[in-house]
């Protein structure tokens, strides 16, 4: 046991630096899905990237205000790198695909959405979905109708999908939050909007 | 290697890399550090400081996506561990572990090629990630280990995943023996879905380690093989907070039948999202035609996540001991840290 010491100051060195988190959401899948959303594509590039990286508690404060909503402390904060998945048709980006974790009534949601350029969502699914309603949520009568929807249109409350399920809609309202989370973040991580 | 190099090279090689991690830590991937502590009691060894055959260590993961203008076509991965067992001697207490060492080529999405060190193609181990868990997978009582050296080749397709890889069968360290191999192989659902299901196949003739170490080169219990065939199924079913894993492989060790199986329970405390239970039991039958050669684990866990870098974990496990006639109760607590 003496030699513990020396696994002790590795580790106080280890502390010594800022730290970053393990990565938040990446896709299981990334060649599956990305064909299969835009099957004219061959190929996207992945970026990993947090907030810390591009603004620190500066630009958090930023998006949470356009997302009128606080970032939660531990699967929110500012060291989450986010996987970003810029979709390629030769060497032409033709759209984007990102996902975030969102915490549910009974665990946690992935979130996965895919955009065309001008924003406008192609795609929706959740990766994973901790509901005993998630066949509900899951389904693709539920998940089409995010189709076409913009971060503008999101925000402003200008869609009319109706809660799935029976006695989940925390779980309704937790994927309206994770979706405004994940086209902000697309918006002032990846496209650099102000 | 003396046992004062060794230690000195790992420790300094360690020191060394964690400021490289701003120099690594590019937008195409992410260099962490990590930090892996346990101690627990035995009723059988008494004070611990490791669960199975993982040790306290510290290490690292550098991970990054290679991408020219057409987009990705290289991954790479790298996660090492220097490790301390105290119950070792001296020469023996440090070591480097080197577990996923890979590269990974894509020419499309049906066709990847991957060298160097990686789970095997069978069973649960390759689809859940127990890097970092005290709970693991049926991998080391059914293989002997959970990774090991040689090429694989996988890709997915719209409605199933497949993988099959050809390894020395050595596990950890670099060597072959008396024509060691493991031929593996495993087709599945894709992942990524609530309900996820794999049929696997295992041949090889297998070597037989003891100890996770890399470098220097864990023990090597025999210089035969053990010739291994197997065939096994898995799945997973998200439902709720609750996820249910299961996994059994049936086979031949040179002339025995052998089965194990694995059934767990994972229950995320809805009003405590960061505080997951686990309970898990474990069995495996070494000679089906001998009753005395059944052995059984029951795992109780808890992992309490104190931020994304950050969880704790604690386990109790009582191992039937049917082999050996001996039960053993074990608690391990574990503080684990994995950030850049």
């Given at each position: 046991?003496?030699?513990?010491?020396?696994?002790?100051?590795?580790?106080?060195?280890?502390?010594?630096?800022?730290?970053?988190?393990?990565?938040?959401?990446?896709?299981?899948?990334?060649?599956?899905?990305?064909?299969?959303?835009?099957?004219?594509?061959?190929?996207?590039?992945?970026?990993?990237?947090?907030?810390?990286?591009?603004?620190?508690?500066?630009?958090?404060?930023?998006?949470?205000?356009?997302?009128?909503?606080?970032?939660?402390?531990?699967?929110?904060?500012?060291?989450?790198?986010?996987?970003?998945?810029?979709?390629?048709?030769?060497?032409?980006?033709?759209?984007?695909?990102?996902?975030?974790?969102?915490?549910?009534?009974?665990?946690?949601?992935?979130?996965?959405?895919?955009?065309?350029?001008?924003?406008?969502?192609?795609?929706?699914?959740?990766?994973?979905?901790?509901?005993?309603?998630?066949?509900?949520?899951?389904?693709?009568?539920?998940?089409?109708?995010?189709?076409?929807?913009?971060?503008?249109?999101?925000?402003?409350?200008?869609?009319?999908?109706?809660?799935?399920?029976?006695?989940?809609?925390?779980?309704?309202?937790?994927?309206?939050?994770?979706?405004?989370?994940?086209?902000?973040?697309?918006?002032?991580?990846?496209?650099?909007?102000? | 290697?003396?046992?004062?190099?060794?230690?000195?090279?790992?420790?300094?090689?360690?020191?060394?890399?964690?400021?490289?991690?701003?120099?690594?830590?590019?937008?195409?991937?992410?260099?962490?550090?990590?930090?892996?502590?346990?101690?627990?009691?035995?009723?059988?060894?008494?004070?611990?400081?490791?669960?199975?055959?993982?040790?306290?260590?510290?290490?690292?993961?550098?991970?990054?996506?290679?991408?020219?203008?057409?987009?990705?076509?290289?991954?790479?991965?790298?996660?090492?561990?220097?490790?301390?067992?105290?119950?070792?001697?001296?020469?023996?207490?440090?070591?480097?572990?080197?577990?996923?060492?890979?590269?990974?080529?894509?020419?499309?999405?049906?066709?990847?090629?991957?060298?160097?060190?990686?789970?095997?193609?069978?069973?649960?181990?390759?689809?859940?990630?127990?890097?970092?868990?005290?709970?693991?997978?049926?991998?080391?009582q059914d293989?002997?280990?959970?990774?090991?050296?040689?090429?694989?080749?996988?890709?997915?397709?719209?409605?199933?995943?497949?993988?099959?890889?050809?390894?020395?069968?050595?596990?950890?360290?670099?060597?072959?023996?008396?024509?060691?191999?493991?031929?593996?192989?495993?087709?599945?659902?894709?992942?990524?879905?609530?309900?996820?299901?794999?049929?696997?196949?295992?041949?090889?003739?297998?070597?037989?380690?003891?100890?996770?170490?890399?470098?220097?080169?864990?023990?090597?219990?025999?210089?035969?093989?053990?010739?291994?065939?197997?065939?096994?199924?898995?799945?997973?079913?998200?439902?709720?907070?609750?996820?249910?894993?299961?996994?059994v492989a049936y086979g031949r060790n040179d002339s025995a039948d052998v089965l194990g199986y694995?059934?767990?329970?994972?229950?995320?405390?809805?009003?405590?999202?960061?505080?997951?239970?686990?309970?898990?039991y474990k069995s495996w039958i070494s000679d089906l035609s001998n009753t005395s050669t059944n052995d059984g684990w029951l795992?109780?866990?808890?992992?309490?996540?104190?931020?994304?870098?950050?969880?704790?974990?604690?386990?109790?496990?009582h191992d039937f001991g049917m082999m050996d006639k001996k039960t053993?109760?074990?608690?391990?607590?574990?503080?684990?840290?994995?950030?850049?």
């Amino acid at each position: 046991m003496r030699k513990i010491p020396v696994i002790a100051l590795l580790i106080l060195g280890l502390f010594a630096q800022a730290a970053y988190a393990a990565v938040g959401c990446s896709l299981t899948d990334p060649d599956r899905d990305v064909k299969r959303i835009f099957p004219a594509s061959t190929g996207y590039k992945t970026t990993f990237v947090t907030i810390k990286e591009k603004g620190g508690e500066p630009l958090k404060k930023e998006i949470e205000e356009k997302f009128q909503d606080k970032f939660e402390p531990v699967y929110e904060s500012v060291d989450v790198p986010y996987a970003f998945y810029t979709v390629l048709k030769g060497k032409d980006a033709v759209g984007y695909i990102h996902g975030v974790n969102q915490k549910g009534k009974f665990g946690g949601m992935q979130l996965i959405v895919a955009i065309e350029l001008s924003g406008k969502i192609v795609d929706f699914y959740y990766q994973k979905m901790s509901s005993p309603e998630a066949g509900r949520f899951m389904d693709k009568k539920f998940t089409s109708q995010f189709k076409g929807l913009t971060l503008d249109g999101l925000m402003k409350g200008k869609f009319s999908i109706s809660d799935p399920s029976v006695k989940s809609s925390e779980d309704f309202r937790a994927t309206i939050r994770g979706l405004k989370k994940n086209l902000l973040l697309i918006d002032a991580l990846l496209l650099f909007k102000k | 290697m003396s046992f004062v190099s060794a230690r000195v090279l790992i420790t300094l090689a360690l020191i060394a890399l964690f400021p490289a991690c701003w120099a690594l830590a590019e937008p195409e991937g992410f260099f962490y550090k990590e930090a892996n502590l346990i101690a627990g009691y035995s009723s059988k060894d008494r004070w611990v400081d490791k669960n199975g055959m993982m040790n306290s260590s510290v290490g690292l993961e550098w991970y990054r996506k290679f991408s020219g203008e057409y987009g990705d076509f290289l991954t790479a991965d790298l996660q090492v561990r220097a490790s301390y067992d105290s119950k070792k001697n001296s020469t023996e207490s440090w070591g480097l572990e080197i577990h996923n060492a890979w590269l990974e080529y894509k020419f499309s999405q049906y066709l990847k090629i991957r060298g160097g060190h990686f789970d095997p193609s069978f069973g649960l181990e390759p689809v859940v990630d127990t890097h970092s868990t005290l709970l693991q997978t049926l991998a080391e009582q059914d293989i002997g280990f959970n990774k090991d050296w040689g090429a694989q080749l996988r890709g997915a397709f719209p409605h199933f995943d497949y993988e099959a890889s050809l390894q020395l069968g050595s596990g950890m360290s670099v060597r072959r023996r008396d024509d060691s191999y493991l031929a593996t192989f495993r087709i599945g659902t894709p992942q990524g879905r609530n309900w996820q299901a794999g049929l696997s196949l295992l041949s090889g003739r297998v070597l037989q380690t003891e100890g996770m170490r890399t470098v220097p080169k864990n023990h090597l219990l025999s210089e035969d093989t053990i010739t291994q065939e197997r065939v096994g199924l898995d799945g997973q079913y998200l439902f709720g907070p609750a996820l249910f894993k299961g996994e059994v492989a049936y086979g031949r060790n040179d002339s025995a039948d052998v089965l194990g199986y694995l059934t767990e329970l994972d229950y995320t405390v809805p009003s405590i999202q960061n505080l997951e239970l686990q309970l898990q039991y474990k069995s495996w039958i070494s000679d089906l035609s001998n009753t005395s050669t059944n052995d059984g684990w029951l795992t109780f866990g808890a992992a309490y996540k104190l931020s994304q870098s950050t969880t704790l974990r604690a386990a109790f496990e009582h191992d039937f001991g049917m082999m050996d006639k001996k039960t053993e109760d074990r608690f391990v607590v574990q503080f684990y840290f994995l950030g850049a």
